[in-house]
Structures are given as structure tokens and as C-alpha cells.
């Protein structure tokens, strides 16, 4: 690495010791001594300036002199500018914009589905939330997963730790006789929390399906949900962590507009972006606000060597190529693993398969819930994660119809083929409505369960597939005929479906997935396999 191995980290370190106030602890030792220990070596000048990220008075004779104005937990999404800002303040900015705690998509889309106006300005995200029927279920189910939370205990469990700013992933080791330590090495138990809820990919990469019940055949998580075995992620099988894949743009989002609004324009990684390598930068060409990233390449960087990155410009730091061969360097165990290039060999309909994503392929199951019913009672009590605090009103959730097979297919806004799952079959009740609002809404989804590619018929003669749902799909001379397997619900579907043989297409909203349209069905049903009606060979 030469002139780039050090420079970086050392600017950001002396820049946070110009901002420190020097023997800024005076007292805080006399009581909190063993906090000296367990810093990272990235943050062990503070270990001396206890009130540089603490705040408080460490200057005072008495512990309520002292503690007056301590941020306890210092990192939060309230603290992080004043804490976290002097040194990583477009990170911070990055955070603040994000996903993970703006959640402006699932405000905007929940609004929709619940029939009101989703845009409302100064108020479309988690942390400036109205009291709409919508924005009440996301009061009271849905934002306890958002970086806004503030977090109220230290504890290190991988099932109910949610929020707490920058310090609800940076925090992986503790112990009650030393500080906690702060670590870019984030593991997949900071991700778990939140990330095994909703389309649950915690759950699926290490391969763990919920089920509606616990069985004899079936584990239990320790907030009580049951969940079978199905295969894990071939990632995971390799151990590979998550922020393998996950870059910082991905995990830390970015303050540079255009501002994300859903995942898929939040996401910076790609299945391309390792396994068929086509866009590299030098360490000339190294973006700034990634500097101090070239300190942590992990293998020697010879004078003009190529690095991959994304398309976003992001560094693939721990990934090195060495002629044709590209290799994975591990970031929290430091070891290497062959990535697997693509071959064109291996995708001889590579053609005729342009408009699919590598996961609509790949994916060997996706969770899907067919059955929803929401109910809100305003006689109850429940905790307002905006509020922060018990208030009236209850929203009380029942699911059914779980199953974890290979997901239905749809496209995307970039006319692209993507798996998808029903984001919500469900009837809605609320007591101020004349009648209950019924909702049927399938979304994009990246199930994280890589595997081997699904057969011909699994999409070329799959009901489940082409949208229609479990049944009977049968041909009769040239026309198709499908028999639903489930009851029909009251928009004239099937319960696990989102379109219909021969349907009309109907003009969806921008930016939505959409059902494949009558042409796109027939065209599937076409395709001639190895041998018809049963599985072909998998490409």
C-alpha cells in the first residue's frame, strides 16, 4: 500500500483529537475507572475524554453534578450529529437520509394501501408522523425497527435489539467491566433484529423459515415465532457475513442527492458486481468520502492495480483480482474465499433470458403470507413507537396461509423479471370506516436464499410462478386452463394470487411491480420444455 496505508486514518484521528477537550475525564474515573478499558484502537483516544461523546459535568463534585446533561447512550439518531458528527459527519448525514431511519418508503406505500394521501409534506417519514389510521398502524407496529429508536439498555441480543443510531450496529462486543467497544466488523446478529421481520432475510440466509405455529417438527425463536429449516443462502454456506456483500453506501446511505425513496434505489450492491466484473477503479481514482477505506484493503496493491467497485462508484475494497480470478477477502475473519465467475457456458439462453434478474433464477424459496386480517380498537392501549409512550388505540394482527417455496414471479419499473411476495392479502378493519377496506399488494423482493437455479417448469408450467396462485394449470389444444387450489377471496382472485389467465391489463402506478401481462403469459406458457409438463434442465 505504501503512501496510502496510513494517511487517511491518521488525519481522521488527529482531527478528533484537535476537537477533544484534553483531560476532559477529571472525575468520571473516580466512579467508572474499568471504563477505560475495551476501546478499539480506531476509538481509544477517547477512553481519556469521557464527556467528548458522554457529555455531563466531569468537572463536578457530586454524581448529579456529574450526570447533568449525559447522553447515556451516545449515538443515537438525537446525539449523533454532536457525538458521532466531528469526525463522521457525512456519515452521520448519510444515516440521517437513509432508509433504515427516514422509512419514507414504507410510510408513502402504506398510506396508499390504506386509501389516503401519501404524500404530506413535512410529514413523510417515521420520525414526523400524523395519526391517520395509516400512519397509527406505523406508530404502533411498524417503526420499532427504524435507527430512530432510541435504545434505553445495553444488551447484546440479536432478537429484540432495534434502534439506537449508529450504535445499533457498530456495537458487537460488551461487557459489564469494560466500555463497549465500537467496530466497523458489524455481524449478522446486529442485522437480525430487524431484518428477520418483514421479508425476513436474517431469516432466510441462515435458511430458518417462520411458520404460523410451533410444531414438534419446527424451533423456536426467542420472541416466540416458529421457524423450519429450508436451505440457507449459498453465501452463508460459504460464511460469508453480511456486510460481505453490503457496502457502506448500502448499509450507511448517502446525503448526496437524489435521495433514495425504496430499497431498490438504496441498494448499491449488485450479483454482478463480483461474479461478472466489469467496472474497476486504481487508488488515483479512489472516490474522497471513501479514503479511509484504502487503509483497510487487506492484500498487497501493486502501482496500476484494479479494484472493483460498484456502479455506484462504491470501492470493493476486500475483493482482489489476480488475472482471471477474483477473491474475496472475509471482512470479519480476514480469510479468502474464489468467487465464482460468471460463464457464458453455463447460461446458454442467456438471450432469450436478458429481461431476468440473477435472483429470479437463483432464489430456491421466498417467504409468502397469504392471509392477513388487521383490526384497530380504540378501546386498547399500545406502546407509540413515535411517541414513545403507551397511548389508546390498539392494532391487533392475524396471519394464515404461510408457506416458503419458490416465490411468484412479476417485473419491475425496469421491465426486468423479479421474484415477488405478497406484501399484503388482508382485510382491514377500522371503527371509523363504513366498511372493511380489502388489500391485495405483492412487492419486489431479494429473498438472500442463492442456490442453484430453479428447472424449466418451475416457471414455464408453474401456476405459483405466473402469478395465478396454487391449482390445477392444464392444456387443452392450444389454450390453457387454470383451476385455483385456494378459496376466492372477494376481488374475485384466488386467496395467493395477483392476476388471472387472459385478465385485461390494467395500468398499474409508476415505479410499481406489476403482474406479467396477458401477452407475457401466453409467450411462458409457449416455451416447448425437454420433455413437457415436467421439469427440465436447469440453465
Known amino acids: 500500500m505504501g503512501k496510502y496505508d496510513f494517511l487517511p486514518r491518521l488525519l481522521i484521528l488527529l482531527a478528533c483529537l484537535l476537537a477533544v477537550p484534553q483531560a476532559a475525564n477529571a472525575g468520571c474515573l473516580d466512579c467508572h475507572r474499568e471504563m477505560q478499558r475495551g476501546f478499539t484502537a480506531a476509538h481509544a483516544a477517547f477512553a481519556e475524554n469521557c464527556v467528548q461523546c458522554h457529555a455531563g459535568d466531569a468537572g463536578a463534585e457530586t454524581e448529579t453534578g456529574a450526570h447533568r446533561g449525559l447522553i447515556a447512550f451516545p449515538g443515537d439518531m438525537e446525539s449523533a450529529q454532536q457525538v458521532c458528527g466531528d469526525c463522521h459527519g457525512d456519515k452521520v448525514d448519510g444515516v440521517t437520509h437513509s432508509l433504515m431511519h427516514t422509512g419514507k418508503g414504507m410510510v408513502s406505500t402504506t398510506r396508499r394501501v390504506f386509501g389516503e394521501i401519501a404524500d404530506r409534506p413535512g410529514h413523510n417519514d417515521l420520525q414526523h408522523l400524523t395519526h391517520s389510521p395509516a400512519d397509527s398502524l406505523l406508530r404502533k407496529l411498524c417503526a420499532s425497527c427504524h ?31 469494560t466500555h463497549p ?100 477503479i486504481s487508488p488515483t ?52 474465499l474464489r468467487i465464482p465467475p460468471y460463464r457464458d457456458s453455463d447460461h446458454p439462453l442467456a438471450q432469450e433470458h436478458r429481461r431476468l434478474t440473477c435472483t429470479s433464477c437463483h432464489s430456491q424459496w421466498a417467504p ?87 428447472g424449466c417448469a418451475s416457471c414455464h408450467r408453474s401456476s405459483t410462478a405466473l402469478g395465478l396462485g396454487q391449482g390445477h394449470l392444464q392444456r387443452n389444444g392450444k389454450q390453457w386452463t387454470y383451476r385455483p387450489g385456494m378459496e376466492i377471496l372477494q376481488d374475485g382472485l384466488s386467496a395467493d394470487a395477483w392476476t388471472r389467465i387472459g385478465h385485461a391489463d390494467e395500468p398499474i402506478e409508476p415505479m410499481a411491480t406489476r403482474p406479467f401481462t396477458r401477452q407475457e403469459i401466453e409467450r411462458i406458457l409457449a416455451v416447448t420444455l425437454p420433455t413437457d409438463g415436467q421439469p427440465g434442465e436447469k440453465h
Open 181 to 280: 467497544a465500537l467496530t466497523a466488523q458489524v455481524n449478522d446478529a446486529r442485522c437480525f433484529g430487524c431484518h428477520s421481520r418483514s421479508s425476513r432475510i436474517s431469516l432466510n440466509y441462515a435458511g430458518l423459515a417462520e411458520t404460523a405455529t410451533t410444531t414438534a417438527d419446527t424451533n423456536q425463536l426467542a420472541d416466540g415465532r416458529g421457524v423450519e429449516f429450508r436451505p440457507a443462502d449459498r453465501h452463508h454456506a460459504a460464511g460469508m457475513a453480511c456486510i460481505d456483500c453490503h457496502t457502506e453506501r448500502d448499509l450507511m446511505g448517502t446525503a448526496t442527492a437524489p435521495l433514495p425513496s425504496n430499497q431498490k434505489q438504496a441498494v448499491d450492491i449488485r450479483c454482478e458486481d463480483c461474479h461478472r466484473i466489469t467496472r474497476t
Open 147 to 177: 435507527l430512530g429508536q432510541v435504545k434505553t439498555a445495553h444488551r447484546l441480543d440479536a432478537t429484540f435489539d432495534r434502534g439506537g443510531g449508529c450504535l445499533a450496529c457498530h456495537i458487537n462486543d460488551q461487557s459489564s467491566r
Open 285 to 336: 481514482q479512489w472516490p474522497p468520502a471513501y479514503r479511509a477505506l484504502l487503509s483497510r484493503i487487506p492484500y498487497p496493491v501493486e502501482t496500476g492495480a484494479r479494484i472493483p467497485a460498484t456502479a455506484n462508484g462504491t470501492p470493493l475494497w476486500h475483493i482482489e483480482l489476480q488475472g482471471d480470478t477474483a477473491w474475496l477477502h472475509r471482512k470479519l475473519t480476514g480469510d479468502r
Open 368 to 454: 409468502q403470507c397469504y392471509g392477513c386480517h388487521l383490526h384497530y380498537d380504540k378501546a386498547g392501549e399500545q406502546y407509540d413507537h413515535a411517541d414513545r409512550k403507551i397511548t389508546a388505540g390498539i392494532w391487533k394482527e392475524k396471519r394464515s396461509n404461510i408457506t416458503n417455496g419458490l416465490p411468484p414471479l412479476g417485473v419491475n419499473a425496469d421491465n426486468r423479471i423479479v421474484p415477488v411476495i405478497p406484501g399484503m392479502i388482508m382485510e382491514i378493519t377500522h371503527p371509523d370506516w363504513p366498511e372493511p377496506r380489502f388489500v391485495r399488494r405483492f412487492q419486489a423482493t431479494e429473498p438472500h436464499t442463492t442456490g442453484a437455479a430453479r
